[in-house]
């Protein structure tokens, strides 16, 4: 089974190379925001509900049957320049009735993880646990969102 969500890399450092311009009124990033829509999509996610809040680019992604969220935005710090946070939209007590999005979310976090590497203008992308990214984002990375198929099994 896989691990509960705080022990899972849900959030993705990384810089790139598309600019900080934005039309007026959207965050940093528009560019970059329309580009991981667009990819997601190509790769069978569908990107819905999108907004923008005064400094981020959020959207809902449906993998399979089930919705994430995703939040991009700039951090501006050195290595860690950008960063996409995701999360499960399946609530504590359809979990505790069984419910589970495991192969979803991991269907997202590959996705993410390929348009990252499939594009030259993304470098050093980091993978985090929710806890490694608040308590070491200097050390408590990994290249991967996931090492192996039994970290998920």
């Known amino acids: 089974m896989i691990e509960e969500a705080r022990d899972q890399r ?3 450092s990384f810089q790139a190379h598309f ?25 069978g996610l569908l990107v819905d509900a999108r907004r923008n809040t005064e400094d981020s680019h959020v959207f809902h992604v449906i993998s399979g049957s089930r919705r994430f969220g ?3 935005g ?3 710090d050195d290595e860690r320049e950008w960063l ?3 999360y499960s939209r399946l609530g504590r007590v359809r979990r505790m009735f069984g419910a589970r999005d495991n192969d979803e979310y991991r269907a997202m976090l590959a996705a993410i993880h390929e348009v990252l ?31 192996t198929n039994s970290d998920y099994n």
């Open 117 to 147: 590497l499939a594009d030259e203008r993304f470098s050093n992308v980091r993978w985090y646990t929710e806890q490694g990214w608040h308590d070491d984002p200097l050390d408590a990375w990994k290249s991967l969102p996931f090492e």
């Open 84 to 86: 996409v946070l995701t």
């Open 10 to 12: 849900t959030i993705v």
């Open 74 to 76: 700039l951090i501006e």
């Open 19 to 43: 600019g900080y311009a934005s039309p007026e009124g959207l965050p940093p990033g528009a560019a970059m925001s329309d580009f991981l829509e667009s990819e997601l999509n190509a790769r």
């Open 70 to 72: 995703l939040l991009l």
